[in-house]
């Protein structure tokens, strides 16, 4: 129970850049996970290689990079990875585990790894041509005497080393693909704001000619009404005219149709007031009257306000945007 207990703690403390136990001094990231100082370094100028060396002037940020645990945004102050705090518990816990532990990391897995040729030897060597671990007995009379090796924790290291710079350019890759991920994000959301933004000038522009259009529209509307009005004020005024002559007109034939049924002839010859005295100089004076005071021909005619708008709407019809600034 107790290796149990101890395996799983190693596990916890093992950096997932290097894949090795945590170095100190371990940096704790805003997301709470952890890295060696040297590992986050890595990453963070696999992601930032133009940042440079702590304290110079050149560089006023101090860049950003993506935790390889949770992807979250590592943001950094102008002392780049050197501004990250260090995780001392982290740290202490690793010192306790170390104490507790008298062997290295694996070791009890590489105590059982045995040659399967030569049970009683470890296997301690490597085969560069093979490719394969294997013991000292194999190399000096077995299946690999004519093969060059190396020493097993050297390959190993070696090794782990290549892994770990192959995942930290991993997650170099990941964070620029992350990167241009965003930038495209962005850029959509760009396009969506100009594209807003021509609309709604676009409709401030027509709006504009809708406006002058309906303006123009009222001004020769009026021009109609007023010269209608005009016209029809004179016509009804030489309606009225004629209307008081055709009055006049017709109480004098009443007043010669009554002075015609006076059966008395010495009254009807006698009187100077009748009818027959006053008719022939009303009559006279009515024909005098102008019957000449009538409108023109045609004057009841409002087609010269007639417009043509034809080369207008093709003209309307053409409206395109400008290619050019």
Known sequence: AEARSMESLEKQLICPICLEMFTKPVVILPCQHNLCRKCAND??????????????SAVPSGGRFRCPSCRH????????????????????????YKQESARPLHAKAEQHLMCEEHE????????LRCEVPTCSLCKVFGAHKDCEVAPLPAVYQRQKSELSDGIAMLVAGNDRIQAIITQMEEICHTIEENGRRQKQHLGLRFDTLCSILEERKKELLQSIAQEQETKVQRVRGL???YGDHLEASSKLVESAIHAMEEPQMAVYLQDPTAP????????TDM???SMSSRPEPGYENMDHFSINVDYVA????????????
């Not at 990453?43 to 440079?52: H, M």
């Not at 990875?81 to 982290?90: A, D």
């Not at 027959?276 to 009559?283: E, G, K, M, S």
Request: proline share 3%.
């Open 43 to 56: 990453v963070f100028q696999a992601s930032n290689p133009l940042w440079q060396s702590r304290g110079s």
């Open 120 to 127: 009683d030897e470890r296997i301690n060597i490597y085969c």
């Open 287 to 289: 024909s005098k009257v």
């Open 73 to 96: 945004e590592v943001v950094l102050d102008r002392h780049g990875v050197y501004g990250l705090q260090r995780n001392l518990l982290v740290e202490n816990i690793i010192d306790i």
């Open 314 to 325: 093709e003209m309307l019809r053409t409206i395109e945007f400008q290619t050019g600034a």
């Open 239 to 241: 309606i009225r005219q």
């Open 276 to 283: 027959r005295f006053l008719l022939p100089c009303r009559i």
